[in-house]
């Protein structure tokens, strides 16, 4: 394994998934290799069970990470949570959600490409992308939940699950 996406000696592109599977196995969470295109963990958060998913595509130099919730969305509430998923990705700078369709099931995936120009450092990089995914679906889980369950319009849930607290009790 290798701690940068450098080409070693050889010219050969070294798998970023190296470094999420030394992330992965650093942190103790549970993990699957799938080849060597993919890696699978089971992460436990504050709302529900993550299931992150890393690919690399090595013709085009991307690493992509998809952050799956443990919740799928009825049928009958599509339409209201379509509506949610693009006014709470005008919220986010880096990444997005959206529902994987043949599952119903709601994640938030990002992308890196990976070049001369921009080689990442291993495995900061790669902890940066599960940081970043686990803490917007920490925070927008509850908006989901107040659209499928609550009855809430998007606006209500948002309003609802953003309100922060001021002071001391």
């Keep these: 394994m290798s701690a940068s996406l450098a080409s070693n000696s050889d010219g050969l592109i070294i798998n970023p998934l190296d470094n999420v599977e030394m992330l992965f196995g650093e942190n103790g969470w549970p993990y699957e290799r799938v080849g060597s295109e993919e890696i699978c963990a089971t992460i436990t958060g504050q709302w529900c069970e993550y299931h992150l998913r890393f690919f690399w595509r090595e013709e085009g130099r991307i690493l992509q990470m998809a952050c799956m919730f443990d919740l799928k969305v009825p049928?009958?509430?599509?339409?209201?949570?379509?509506e949610t998923l693009s006014r709470i990705n005008e919220r986010v700078w880096l990444g997005h959600f959206e529902t994987w369709s043949e599952e119903g099931v709601l994640m938030f995936r990002q992308a890196m490409m990976m070049n001369a120009l921009n080689e990442p450092t291993g495995l900061s990089v790669c902890?940066?992308?599960v940081e970043t995914a686990l803490k917007e679906c920490e925070r927008f889980y509850p908006v989901f939940q107040f659209?499928?369950?609550a009855n809430k319009t998007p606006i209500e849930a948002i309003d609802a699950a953003m309100l922060e607290t001021f002071g001391e009790a």
């Design 127 to 129: 902890s940066e992308l």
């Design 75 to 82: 049928e009958s509430k599509q339409p209201a949570i379509y």
């Design 147 to 149: 659209v499928m369950w």
